[in-house]
């Protein structure tokens, strides 16, 4: 397909109220507020094609930058490509829901999410813990070097109090996704979560927000390990 026909079909695809509820929580114009369940039919048929993704991504169209994350080719995807996505990346569904796993799939993962993780951006920090989430969620444990993630999670665990509440959530995510992940650092992870406690919400509370990292840990205890074979493709 050619740029023009996806985003006249995105356009045909843009809702007002899921335009307002993305508006809510950070997205700019422009953008149609294309539900993410409307974007599966174009995968379908576009499959992968790294070039269109590229201008997809460029085109600064929020549902055509976040589609451009579903058929961008990972294995092509070089550093400075990536740092310009993330650069871009305004919003937590672009940095933590595109462009993180476009970098954990890519053969930067490790680069980009280092980089990231230390930025003063925090879009950008969000992108880099939600790549190495994303990688444990796939890759081996020995892919790793479990001292490096160690200090990851106590930098985390230490700061994630005082952090915007976006980065706080990625935080979150890392640490609860690094024990559930890497089976050999549950207890460490654990550990530290015990002295994180509570963080109250910026957002209105529901049951998705109120658990700490202890409680996601312990009710999850079963899942230690096991992998995402899905991910890999």
């Not at 995807?77 to 799939?105: F, H, Q």
């Not at 979150?172 to 992940?181: D, P, Q």
Request: aromatic share 10%.
């Amino acid at each position: 397909m050619e740029l023009f026909e996806v985003m006249e079909y995105l356009k045909s695809k843009g809702n007002d109220a899921t335009k307002k509820i993305y508006i809510s929580h950070g997205a700019k114009e422009p953008l149609f507020g294309v539900k993410t369940g409307d974007l599966k039919e174009i995968v379908r048929k576009v499959n992968k094609d790294h070039e269109l993704a590229l201008e997809l991504y460029g085109s600064g169209n929020s549902d055509a930058m976040y589609l451009a994350g579903q058929i961008a080719d990972a294995s092509r995807m070089d550093m400075e490509t990536l740092d310009i996505w993330v650069g871009k990346a305004y919003w937590n569904m672009l940095s933590e829901r595109c462009v993180s796993l476009v970098a954990a799939k890519s053969p930067f993962g490790l680069e980009a999410a280092r980089k990231w993780i230390v930025s003063d951006d925090e879009m950008t920090a969000c992108a880099g813990y939600g790549t190495l989430s994303t990688m444990f969620s796939f890759m081996p444990d020995d892919a790793f070097d479990l001292d490096e993630i160690r200090r990851i999670v106590d930098d985390a665990a230490g700061r994630i109090q005082n952090e915007g509440v976006h980065l706080q959530n990625a935080m979150k995510n890392f640490l609860i996704l690094t024990g559930l992940y890497i089976a050999p650092l549950y207890d460490y992870v654990l550990t530290a979560s015990e002295n994180i406690g509570r963080i109250k919400p910026a957002i209105p509370e529901n049951n998705c927000n109120i658990q700490t990292v202890t409680d996601y840990l312990v009710r999850y205890r079963d899942r230690v390990g096991k992998k995402n074979k899905s991910m890999k493709k």
